[in-house]
T-cell receptor, first 115, second 112 residues
């Protein structure tokens, strides 16, 4: 049973370019979460999605950032017109979203470097 | 607004001794708590969890304790091994909305 997949693992962009980060959840998981980890900091929640729906985007910057989780295919975190401050590790996690003891499982992360 | 707090950014322990990592939370609506372990350049790995209806859960060398009245949980690792050296995150889930909140992490170093 494959775990959470993220690609690319490393992404280098110049300022002003677009970054697209992909996340394929674990089989059977319909809930996806995106987190950002800045250097020397903890995990910061960005957005929580179910298939075709954004449930909570309270942690995502209002401008330049967007996320989707289409009916078919991976979840995409898109950052437009990247700036140096966007350089970070971006982690995706998935869960079944069921009641009770639901657990998030993380992917290996995408390390974004903005030159 | 940090609803889950890990006040110790780092901890060093001698191999074979007990490691105790602490976590405090503020929201009484949290019903499920988790600990994750993270190595550099990797994603967090689920370690152990506890439901709010319990006060202790044990899995091998790892035990999580929950004190709901104090809104405090802790992770005990006994005996500590050098391979346990990593950053440990605690997390809490609020059932309504199915949202997870993470602490800022504690870096554990186990000295051989």
């Amino acid at each position: 049973n494959a775990g959470v997949m993220q690609n690319p693992r490393h992404l280098v962009r110049r300022r002003g370019q677009e970054a697209r980060l992909r996340c394929s959840p674990m089989k059977g998981h319909s809930h996806v979460y995106w987190y950002r980890q800045l250097p020397e900091e903890g995990l910061k929640f960005m957005v929580y999605l179910q298939k075709e729906n954004i449930i909570d985007e309270s942690g995502m910057p209002k401008e330049r950032f967007s996320a989707e989780f289409p009916k078919e295919g991976p979840s995409i975190l898109r950052i437009q017109q990247v700036v140096r401050g966007d350089s970070a590790a971006y982690f995706c996690a998935s869960s079944t979203g069921g009641p009770g003891t639901d657990t998030q499982y993380f992917g290996p992360g995408t390390r974004l470097t903005v030159l | 607004d940090q609803q889950v707090k890990q006040n110790s950014p780092s901890l060093s322990v001698q191999e074979g001794r007990i490691s105790i990592l602490n976590c405090d939370y503020t929201n009484s609506m949290f019903d499920y708590f988790l600990w994750y372990k993270k190595y550099p350049a990797e994603g967090p790995t689920f370690l152990i969890s506890i439901s709010s209806i319990k006060d202790k859960n044990e899995d091998g060398r790892f035990t999580v304790f929950l004190n709901k009245s104090a809104k405090h949980l802790s992770l005990h690792i006994v005996p500590s091994q050098p391979g346990d050296s990593a950053v440990y995150f605690c997390a809490a889930r609020r059932e309504i909305g199915n949202q997870f909140y993470f602490g800022t992490g504690t870096s554990l170093t186990v000295i051989p």
